[in-house]
């Protein structure tokens, strides 16, 4: 094996056990690698190392009190971050692990601060995929692992993106294809006395509720709001809201903690970007590009026009397949040399809470330049 480091930084690397095994001497070392996941590409470094974390920042250009979440091998490492891990999260983490669901947790001492933004919480996972789970075994720790990409911009989803991202500020990029999901973890909060969603993702608040027997609060819930959505479930809402209130009030007065992805402005392209109704989209689409404007269009279920002024995409009218999809195509986009991005306005319900969410944030930010 090669001596950690000796290869041209920012190369990407077919994930051999050759290439994995130099990937957890790297990060011994303390250096940064781009690791696939299951949601998004990770950016890598070792979680007990405060030296290698501070890299992270860096090369993202985030801020330093942003908490970072970290990969584990197993369930079993767990004890080594958390502390007094309550019961539900660990059948959570049971039932969902390998997988895209982050519980945050009241953290060990041993956890750098570097990790959690000065925080006594610490977010915790265990990646769904081949790959980041042979670098974790081989590296036998936690790795903090935010998006390998600029700070506030798309979540990267193959190697190419990291590349294209980070260059040499990362040692080395593990391939390992095209993510699954194609969107950051869900966002679970076990460190006040109501389980939180403080990002919605691919494991829904109803798949929790199917394991611990209720369901977690929803950010813009109301108490009766969410006692009415677990009487969907339970099958009688009376006395629901009433029972949660205490407890409620007594969150309200303790922040919720500051997670990863949680600011408005989110998961952005450069290029302003618009969410416009379906029976509104190809028309609007065709008098910005009358105006002289070069337009991109990202649709689900309006058909293409064949306007050879417009850049049209699409996705499938299945939220976990248009997951899957949407950062690379928002990249794709960004990347036409368009004056304006349109997206067609999602369906509503639950299946596309987590799409709806990172769009929305990716708006707000939108059109801002380094």
Not at 118 to 129: C, M
Not at 242 to 257: C, F, K, R, S, T
Request: proline share 9%.
């Amino acid at each position: 094996m090669s001596t950690p480091g000796a290869g041209r930084r920012g190369r990407i690397e077919s994930s051999t056990p050759a290439a994995i095994a130099e990937a957890a001497a790297l990060l011994r070392a303390g250096e940064l690698v781009g690791m696939p996941t299951e949601t998004v590409y990770g950016l890598a470094a070792d979680a007990l190392d405060p030296e290698a974390v501070k890299k992270i920042f860096a090369a993202k250009g985030r801020p330093a009190d942003h908490p970072l979440i970290v990969h584990l091998p197993s369930v079993e490492h767990l004890p080594q971050w958390a502390a007094a891990i309550p019961k539900d999260a660990l059948a959570l983490a049971r039932a969902f692990w390998p997988g895209p669901l982050t519980l945050i947790l009241k953290r060990t001492p041993d956890v750098p601060d570097e990790v959690t933004g000065g925080q006594d919480t610490v977010g915790v996972r265990v990646p769904a995929h081949p790959v980041a789970l042979a670098l974790l075994r081989a590296f036998d720790g936690g790795l903090a692992a935010p998006s390998a990409n600029r700070f506030g911009r798309i979540s990267p989803t193959t190697a190419a993106h990291v590349h294209e991202e980070l260059g040499e500020r990362v040692a080395m990029i593990l391939d390992g294809g095209a993510c699954a999901v194609g969107i950051e973890s869900t966002i679970l909060d076990f460190s006040r006395d109501v389980p939180e969603i403080l990002r919605p993702g691919a494991i829904t608040p109803e798949d929790i509720a199917r394991v611990i027997g209720r369901r977690p609060r929803v950010p813009g819930e109301s108490v009766a709001e969410t006692a009415s959505a677990r009487a969907g479930q339970c099958g009688d809402a009376s006395g629901l809201a009433e029972a949660a209130a205490p407890n409620a009030a007594a969150d309200a007065a303790q922040p919720a903690p500051r997670v990863s992805g949680a600011l408005a402005a989110h998961y952005a392209p450069r290029t302003p970007l618009r969410l416009v109704e379906p029976a509104l989209l190809a028309d609007e689409a065709a008098a910005l590009a009358g105006e002289g404007s070069r337009v991109a269009v990202l649709a689900h279920s309006t058909s293409d026009p064949r306007d050879a002024r417009l850049s049209w995409r699409s996705l499938p009218a299945d939220p976990a397949a248009y997951a899957q999809g949407l950062y690379a195509s928002l990249r794709a986009l960004d990347g036409v040399g368009a004056d304006f991005i349109l997206i067609e306005a999602l369906p509503g319900g639950p299946g596309w809470r987590a799409v709806a969410d990172r769009l929305g944030r990716a708006a707000v930010g939108s059109g801002a330049t380094d």
